[in-house]
């Protein structure tokens, strides 16, 4: 076992170090994460059934983490509350083909959403979100102040993540990670799950 460890470690270790400060932002953090996500595979590579999905289970076991870091950085207002930037963080990566079918399904199921936001909320959404520009930055290309900018940021993501939820039965693990979801059966979004 400790041979396929050091396997994994060769494999991995640059790419989802790459992968978590993508997140974190901070160096020190994200290898302390990255330890930390080793360690789980460490204790948990002997529950994993299919083998060639190792790589899927690897970024769901980094994906917890960072999800973890941040609850414990009390970031996160309740167990309940499924926050947006917790489906971004989750969201395909283009460069990432290892993602499950389900998270594929959400991303696709987002986009209907966030056509239905006023104008300003999905110019938020699409700016900093989508096209990953800073909202300081995004506050100056509007001329608004930044806190005015954070402000219409997370008012878009709380409309968008109600209407993620009034429109879908979500699953999530008990680290509030969406594990699985269904539209509700009235639900008209145009997703096709």
């Known amino acids: 076992m400790h041979d396929e460890i050091t396997l994994i ?11 978590i400060n993508k997140r974190i932002k901070n160096n020190d953090i994200s290898k302390d994460i990255l330890q930390d996500v080793f360690i789980k595979i460490h204790l948990n590579i002997n529950k ?5 999905k190792i790589a899927s289970w690897i970024y769901n076991i980094t994906r917890n983490s960072i999800i973890d870091y941040y609850r414990d ?7 309940e509350y499924i926050d947006i930037e917790v489906i971004e963080e989750i969201m395909p990566d283009e460069n990432n083909s290892n993602l499950n079918e389900n998270l594929n399904e959400i991303h696709k199921c987002l986009l209907p959403f966030i056509e239905k ?7 938020a959404i699409q700016t900093t979100v989508i096209r990953e520009i800073s909202q300081k930055d995004y506050a100056e290309q509007l001329g608004i102040s930044y806190s005015g900018t954070k402000s219409r940021v997370q008012r878009a993501k709380k409309q968008l993540h109600d209407l993620f939820i009034n429109c ?3 699953h999530i693990d008990k680290f509030g990670n969406i594990i ?6 009235l639900c008209k979004c145009g997703c096709n799950n």
Do not use: A, I, M, S
């Open 9 to 19: 470690w060769n494999q991995f270790n640059k790419e989802l170090l790459y992968f």
């Open 117 to 123: 936001l006023t104008p300003e909320y999905k110019n």
């Open 180 to 185: 699985d979801f269904e539209k509700k059966e």
């Open 73 to 79: 950085k009390n970031r996160f207002k309740n167990n």
């Open 168 to 170: 879908c039965n979500v």
């Open 48 to 52: 994993l059934r299919n083998k060639e």
